[in-house]
């Protein structure tokens, strides 16, 4: 179990901090107004004036008291700030593994609409497949001019403007890009090599 002073966060020990240095500087108040008091009284003690060497003395015990327990003050205020910046250091460090956690769960969803990029773009490779050969099956029954005008579809102007249209401009771009063949790879893979630290940490420090 732990305990009060284990648990208490850097901004309750700020309190703790300043609640003893009020106090430790209200003992040295009380320490001025005492030696005040006994420099009033140093002459009538020294001639014999009734009660003025008891009275001396015990401003003396007072001041002492009082100086002792600044200093018992100061040395707790000392140890206080040694809890709040340990304190800090472990708000720190939970507030940096919160941080790489949350990091963590966006990049997984990151991973998983990966994923579905990928399905979504075998699914429309195989569309685009069906789509070529409908039309392949379609150019044998026409005619020379029949076929003629419809070359047009057989270009990737519509398929590019229509891309465009939805906003995968934004995303991906064929061309010089694409052209290098040793590196095409499923997205989800490409992308692991830059994820896989904050997803798999544990598989890649064993790595």
């Known amino acids: 179990m732990q305990s009060a002073t284990e648990t208490r966060t850097s901004q309750e020990w700020e309190g703790v901090i300043a609640d ?5 500087r209200a003992c040295d108040g009380e320490v001025a107004d005492l030696v005040r008091d006994r420099n009033g009284l140093a002459l009538d003690a020294e001639l014999g004036i009734d009660g003025a060497a008891r009275r001396l003395q015990k401003i003396a015990s007072e001041i002492t008291a009082k ?5 018992t003050l100061r040395t707790a205020i000392g140890q206080a700030q040694s809890r709040r910046d340990e304190a800090r250091v472990a708000e720190a460090a939970g507030a940096d593994q919160q941080r790489h956690a949350q990091i963590a769960a966006h990049l997984e969803q990151y991973l998983s609409e990966v994923r579905s990029i990928d399905e979504a773009l075998s699914f429309l490779t195989a569309r685009f497949q069906a789509a070529t050969q409908a039309m392949n099956r379609a150019e044998t029954l026409m005619t020379g001019t029949e076929r003629q005008p419809i ?22 771009q064929l061309g010089p890009l694409a052209s290098n063949v040793i590196h095409r790879q499923p997205l989800e ?13 544990g598989e890649t420090e064993a790595a």
């Not at 490409?190 to 798999?200: L, S, T």
Request: hydrophobic share 50%; net charge positive; glycine share 8%.
């Open 151 to 172: 070359q047009q579809l057989r270009s990737l102007f519509g398929p590019t403007l229509a891309a465009a249209h939805v906003g995968l401009g934004e995303h991906l």
């Open 20 to 24: 003893f240095t009020a106090k430790a």
């Open 189 to 201: 893979r490409f992308a692991m090599g830059f994820v896989d630290r904050w997803v798999r940490p």
């Open 67 to 71: 100086q002792q327990a600044a200093q």
